[in-house]
Each structure stands twice: as structure tokens, then as C-alpha cells.
């Protein structure tokens, strides 16, 4: 049990990382619209779409034809991360 609670603290963070680098493919589809029709875009899309669309909800993100969406995300994932491990 005691290696188990050891290495949950990594566990975590990796599973941030992940989705913080997944927003950044998400980001990067964004340049080649015709990316997001290919299995890799929509699973990426199905990833983050739900997330991204609750922070639209809330906070008005886009400004002309661009959407900082994703920068809030990242900045929410950070604040996120630090709490957990605050708690933790």
C-alpha cells in the first residue's frame, strides 16, 4: 500500500501532462482543418471538445477568429494540478 500511495503523485502528474499535450495536438490540428476528419483528429477532438466547449459556456474565449480556449484550458489544468497536489 505504502508503494502504491508513493507513487500516485506521479501518476497524476502524468496523466496532466498527457492532456496538457493533447490540447497542444488539438492546437496544432487546428492548422490543417482536414486533419480533424482523419480517426487520430476526432479521437483527439472527443478528448478535448467537451472540456473546451464548458470553458466556452462559461467564459467568452474568442475574440474575432480566434479562440483562447485552449490557453485558458491549460492555465485551468495548471491551477488544477497544483491544488491536487496541495491536497495531496
Do not use: H, W
Request: aromatic share 16%; charged share 10%; hydrophobic share 60%.
Amino acid at each position: 500500500m505504502d508503494r502504491i500511495l508513493s507513487g500516485l503523485p506521479f501518476i497524476i502528474s502524468t496523466a496532466f501532462q498527457l492532456y496538457e499535450f493533447i490540447i497542444f495536438v488539438f492546437c496544432l490540428l487546428s492548422f490543417i482543418p482536414s486533419l480533424y476528419n482523419s480517426a487520430f483528429g476526432r479521437f483527439i477532438v472527443a478528448m478535448v471538445a467537451p472540456f473546451l466547449n464548458l470553458i466556452k459556456k462559461i467564459i467568452p474565449t474568442s475574440i474575432g477568429f480566434l479562440d483562447f480556449s485552449p490557453i485558458i484550458a491549460l492555465i485551468l489544468i495548471q491551477l488544477l494540478q497544483k491544488a491536487v497536489f496541495l491536497i495531496i
